[in-house]
């Protein structure tokens, strides 16, 4: 599957809410905590190229998900995904760990889901601010953005990771991780 996005930086998550509140959309989940951890070999060759392999546990629920390297149109980007449930987070970083990977990096996020359409909502409160994150057919993100009063113009095109790696430059005592509480 090709994943398609739009994320956008926002000061205020109750102001979106409410904006969904009076649309059409329908309210897929409350927000969610999730604990993300990426692998890599030892000599980063995944970041390296573009590409990503996490773990992902919200809920009861874990995700094994393969991210290809990013393009952009405009502002959208554009990677290749694929992604399985798997029953243990913990038996599957076992496996990686056999494989040569080993846990690179870990960030946390609490994210409320949404469908407007044929868009995929998702509100994101991060350890450094909140995102609105749009994921759909590439020609309905810009207008699904401007209808809840987003501009798409605004849209940043770093991974979450490369986002906290600016950040943890602006704000040094931070640790490694994107984790509540560092």
Known sequence: MIECE???PVEDLDEIRRRLATTE??????AQHEVNVLFDT?????????QVLRVRRVGD???LTFKGPAAFSGTVKQRREIE????????????????GYEPALRYEKFRESWRLGGVRVELDHTPM???????????????????LGLDPARAVMKSYIGLWR????RHPGLGRDMVFGS
């Open 166 to 169: 600016d950040h943890r430059r």
């Open 6 to 8: 739009l994320k956008i």
């Open 61 to 63: 629920r874990n995700l």
């Open 129 to 147: 601010g909140d995102f609105v994150e749009l994921e759909g057919p590439t020609g309905s993100l810009e207008a699904t953005a401007e209808g």
């Open 25 to 30: 959309a329908e309210q897929l989940s409350v």
């Open 42 to 50: 030892p000599s980063g060759r995944l970041a390296t190229s573009g």
């Open 84 to 99: 399985l449930e798997i029953s243990s987070s913990e038996r599957i970083s076992e496996l990686l760990n056999a494989l």
